[in-house]
């Protein structure tokens, strides 16, 4: 009785999102369809740029990976907090925990570094097109693709495994509906000010370096398009930047209310709202935008349902 009363003491509990109301029970089924949209949308995306030889480009490529970060995305965090509220259970343990924080904080941080990394694509694109199969070829895109990756999961296991050795306090309740950092964080016991200021300060440069190359690059894009004397070459830049500069905009948006505000000014609801947004509208919303403001995408959906229809 004392080992599974110790077994016990190690899981996490997450308060979710949803209570047994039926105003709650309709929230939680449109939560599911937005769910299932973005697995469609994402995985559809991924399925037209590997069919079509057209889109084999770096900037598909990207296109691709990005799909592929919201795939997995979402998939972390909502298939748990689904299956607890359907079975009325709330726990997750402490290694289901820690695997949670590690993958989200990791396809999060890779999505930043990503999108700032698309942005440069775009730049040279417009700024350089004579040059771009030189200045990103597939060499570059895989590149860009294995950077990304590869420093959002060193910084993703840095934090998940300082955060995971700290004592908690208390019944281990998690005023989120998954592991996010700062809502773990506040379990922990002791002075911990020194690593928060660390993690604080960490999240920002990953926040603002890729902000900072997202601004520089669409300035430079901004300055050529000004310089450009025809009106349809101004429409084909701006239709090509669009849909990046939407994406941008919502993730980094989003990013920023949730993890740059002081924590004096944080409250467990905003905090689920924030979470909400980048974590599920988001990834729901970057396919569809990327799919109907683009041309050569929406060209592969058509040739593939003309398939289908033939067939």
């Given at each position: 009785m004392w080992w599974w009363n110790q077994t016990s003491l190690e899981d996490f509990i997450l308060q979710g999102l949803f209570d047994n109301s039926f105003s709650h029970?309709?929230?939680?089924?449109?939560?599911?369809?937005?769910?299932?949209?973005?697995?469609?949308?994402?995985?559809?995306?991924?399925?037209?740029?590997?069919?079509?030889?057209?889109?084999h480009t770096p900037m598909y490529f990207l296109l691709r990976q990005l799909s592929l970060m919201d795939l997995m995305h979402i998939s972390t965090t909502i298939p748990?907090?689904?299956?607890?509220?359907?079975?009325?259970?709330?726990?997750?343990?402490?290694?289901?925990?820690?695997?949670?924080?590690?993958?989200?904080?990791?396809?999060?941080?890779?999505?930043?570094?990503?999108?700032?990394?698309?942005?440069?694509?775009?730049?040279?694109?417009?700024?350089?097109?004579?040059?771009?199969?030189?200045?990103?070829?597939?060499?570059?895109?895989?590149?860009?693709?294995?950077?990304?990756?590869?420093?959002?999961?060193?910084?993703?296991?840095?934090?998940?495994?300082?955060?995971?050795?700290?004592?908690?306090?208390?019944?281990?309740?998690i005023h989120h509906f998954y592991c996010e950092f700062p809502a773990v964080l506040k379990l922990v016991c002791g002075d911990i000010t020194v690593y928060e200021n660390t993690a604080y300060v960490s999240t920002v440069i990953l926040l603002l370096l890729p902000i900072i190359l997202v601004s520089t690059s669409y300035g430079f894009i901004l300055h050529s398009v000004?310089?450009?004397?025809?009106?349809?070459?101004?429409?084909?830049?701006?239709?090509?930047?669009?849909?990046?500069?939407?994406?941008?905009?919502?993730?980094?948006?989003?990013?920023?209310?949730?993890?740059?505000?002081?924590?004096?000014?944080?409250?467990?609801?905003?905090?689920?709202?924030?979470?909400?947004?980048?974590?599920?509208?988001t990834p729901t919303l970057n396919p569809l935008i990327y799919t109907l403001r683009n041309k050569d995408v929406a060209k592969a959906l058509k040739k593939i349902l003309r398939r289908d229809l033939v067939t």
């Open positions: 029970f309709c929230l939680f089924l449109l939560i599911m369809l937005v769910f299932l949209t973005a697995l469609s949308g994402n995985g559809l995306t991924i399925l037209l740029i590997c069919s079509d030889p057209h889109l748990k907090m689904a299956s607890n509220y359907l079975s009325g259970k709330k726990s997750i343990s402490f290694v289901g925990c820690a695997t949670q924080h590690f993958l989200y904080l990791s396809l999060g941080g890779a999505e930043s570094l990503l999108l700032a990394l698309m942005s440069y694509d775009r730049y040279v694109a417009i700024c350089h097109p004579l040059r771009y199969t030189v200045l990103m070829s597939r060499r570059v895109g895989v590149m860009m693709a294995v950077m990304s990756w590869l420093s959002a999961s060193v910084n993703s296991l840095i934090h998940t495994a300082i955060l995971m050795s700290f004592p908690f306090c208390g019944l281990r309740i000004i310089q450009m004397r025809s009106a349809g070459s101004k429409k084909n830049a701006f239709a090509t930047c669009s849909s990046h500069l939407i994406v941008v905009s919502l993730w980094y948006g989003a990013c920023i209310f949730s993890y740059m505000r002081p924590r004096s000014q944080r409250t467990p609801l905003q905090d689920k709202v924030g979470s909400v947004f980048y974590s599920i509208i």
